[in-house]
Each structure stands twice: as C-alpha cells, then as structure tokens.
C-alpha cells in the first residue's frame, strides 16, 4: 500500500502574531533526502524530500528556536535521518524514535546520549498505514526506557484509549498522546474517548500534543470544529500539553495546510499569553530537557 502524499507549501506565511522566545514545534517529521537516507521497503506512504535544511527554513520563518524530530513510517526503525539532524543541532533539536524491541541496550543508550528522549507507538486500530508496534511492544520496552528515562509517545486513537491504560498503570513517565487523540471532531467534545483523555490529563497522567487540527477536522483552512477539542485540552491541564506542526503534514490527498496559518489558529485558541508560552517554550523545554 503506498498512500498519496502531497508536498508541504512551498512558501508559508510568518505567524501574525511573533512567537515567545524559546519557541518549540514538538512534532515533525524529516524525510530523506533519500539518496542518503533511503526510505523503508515495508513504508505504507512514499513522501517527497523534507530534510532538515528545510525544517530550519521552516523554522526561521515561523520563528521557533526549538524542535522535535519525530520518526515516522516512511523510514521505518531506520533512524538514521533523525539521529543525522541530532549530531547536526544538537542544542535545538531532540528526537522522538521508532525502534525494534530486540534493539541492544548499547545501542538505546547512543540514542539517548545523542538527544532522543522518547520512544514512539501506535495505536490506531480504525487507522489505515500505522505501524503495528503498539501497546505489547511499549510493555516490552517499557522497563528499558525507564532506566534511561526516555518517554513514551503514542499515535493513539483516544476511541480506544481505555485499551491503553492498563499498560500505563505503572509506568512513571510521561505518556505522550499525539494530535489531541486522533478523534473525529465531528462528533463532537463529548465522544466518550475524548472525555478520557480529558480525565487522564486533568488527573496529570497524560500529556497531550494540541497538533494535527486538520487531522480531526476536516473543515480546511480554519477547522473551526477543532477549536473546542483544542480548548478543552489547554482547559484540562496547561502544564502537560505542547504544540506541534506535524510538518511535512505526511499522508494527506487534498487541502495541506499552511504552518503559518496553523499557528495563527494556536494563537486565536489560546489567547492567554501565558498560557502559549506555557505550551509553546516552558512545557517542552521541562519535557525534552532543553537548556
């Protein structure tokens, strides 16, 4: 299966409103270039080039000093693009890694050294392309992760977030759940998934990436039915949530969004001031240990 996939806008617009200081995008993806990094044979999507190069143009643009590189399908376990861009931006990146559970304890060790502070899951059992290392691969590396305190970050469908929490019940580290739960917003803030997931954050034992508007709505360019999934969350618990593109937006056929216009959205939904750096620089940088 080799799903379509369009290429990010060539030319986003600067934020309306200037970014604190210390900014951070704690979700996006770097793809290739493929000549030196190729990608995965059992990939499910087939993306155009995203190199770090233009990850920082990207970056200035917007004006973020920070970031997370978070592995995806199209490279597989093959982490040798994000660990490339660590060694390259070592103060202004970290990374999220996907990696095979028989990996040597040698060689999670280089990863975190190297500034990988967390491992990514999936758990998406309505979704299509996903990688099938989810719930039984964290609980085989969980106790490994821990003695190196790296984190765990799921690509979760919140529907099926009460599948997950058996397998958080010991686990003392921050539990990451991307793109405000993968919910349909169209159902409205009241789904029963979503509703655990606004429990478990207010309770402290999740953390939450209000990233992926366009992911759980499909009201382009302003998704205005994502707005009070956003809020709910930021209202839930403002210490464990972060911001993140999701840049180069993989796996989208139609309406790609422009990076600008989402962080115009992020400001217009979260209009406390200290409330965006809060999520924005002071969140991430306790998560991800940035000095």
Same mark, same amino acid.
């Given at each position: 299966?080799?799903?379509?996939?369009?290429?990010?806008?060539?030319?986003?617009?600067?934020?309306?409103?200037?970014?604190?200081?210390?900014?951070?995008?704690?979700?996006?993806?770097?793809? @290739?270039?493929?000549?030196?990094?190729?990608?995965?044979?059992?990939?499910?999507?087939?993306?155009?080039?995203?190199?770090?190069?233009?990850?920082?143009?990207?970056?200035?643009?917007? #004006?973020?000093?920070? #970031?997370?590189?978070?592995?995806?399908?199209?490279?597989?376990?093959?982490?040798?693009?994000?660990?490339?861009?660590?060694?390259?931006?070592?103060?202004?990146?970290?990374?999220?890694?996907?990696?095979? &559970?028989?990996?040597?304890?040698?060689?999670?060790?280089?990863?975190?050294d190297a500034g990988v502070r967390a491992l990514r899951f999936h758990h998406m059992p309505?979704?299509? #392309?996903?990688?099938?290392?989810?719930?039984?691969?964290?609980?085989?590396?969980?106790?490994?992760?821990?003695?190196?305190?790296?984190?765990?970050?799921?690509?979760? /469908?919140?529907?099926?977030? /009460?599948?997950?929490?058996?397998?958080?019940?010991?686990?003392?580290?921050?539990?990451?759940?991307?793109?405000? @739960?993968?919910?349909?917003?169209?159902?409205?803030?009241?789904?029963?998934?979503?509703?655990?997931?606004?429990?478990?954050?207010?309770?402290?034992?999740?953390?939450?990436?209000?990233? #992926?508007?366009?992911r759980i709505s499909k009201q382009y360019p302003d998704y205005e039915d994502a707005r009070?999934?956003?809020?709910?969350?930021?209202?839930?618990?403002?210490?464990?949530?972060?911001?993140?593109? /999701?840049?180069?937006?993989?796996?989208?056929?139609?309406?790609?969004?422009?990076?600008?216009?989402?962080?115009?959205?992020? &400001?217009?939904?979260?209009?406390?001031?200290?409330?965006?750096r809060k999520i924005l620089v002071e969140n991430p940088a306790r998560l991800y240990e940035?000095?």
């Open positions: 299966m080799d799903l379509p996939c369009l290429p990010p806008v060539k030319e986003p617009k600067k934020p309306a409103q200037p970014l604190p200081a210390g900014a951070c995008d704690t979700h996006f993806h770097l793809f @290739g270039p493929a000549s030196k990094f190729p990608f995965s044979p059992e990939r499910s999507y087939t993306p155009a080039d995203a190199p770090l190069e233009a990850l920082l143009r990207l970056h200035a643009t917007l #004006g973020i000093a920070r #970031g997370v590189v978070v592995q995806a399908n199209p490279h597989g376990t093959d982490c040798a693009a994000l660990l490339d861009a660590l060694k390259r931006e070592p103060g202004r990146l970290r990374g999220t890694a996907i990696v095979e &559970n028989d990996i040597s304890d040698a060689g999670l060790r280089r990863m975190a309505h979704g299509k #392309g996903f990688r099938s290392a989810g719930l039984e691969a964290f609980a085989a590396m969980a106790p490994r992760m821990a003695d190196l305190g790296l984190h765990a970050q799921f690509m979760m /469908d919140a529907s099926a977030l /009460d599948d997950a929490l058996p397998y958080l019940k010991h686990w003392k580290l921050p539990a990451m759940i991307d793109h405000m @739960g993968n919910v349909d917003a169209s159902k409205g803030v009241q789904q029963p998934g979503f509703q655990l997931l606004c429990r478990q954050l207010t309770k402290g034992r999740l953390w939450v990436k209000v990233s #992926g508007a366009y009070p999934f956003h809020e709910a969350l930021v209202k839930a618990n403002p210490d464990q949530v972060v911001w993140g593109s /999701d840049w180069p937006h993989p796996r989208l056929e139609k309406d790609m969004p422009d990076d600008g216009h989402l962080l115009d959205l992020f &400001n217009a939904w979260t209009p406390d001031a200290g409330l965006r940035f000095v």
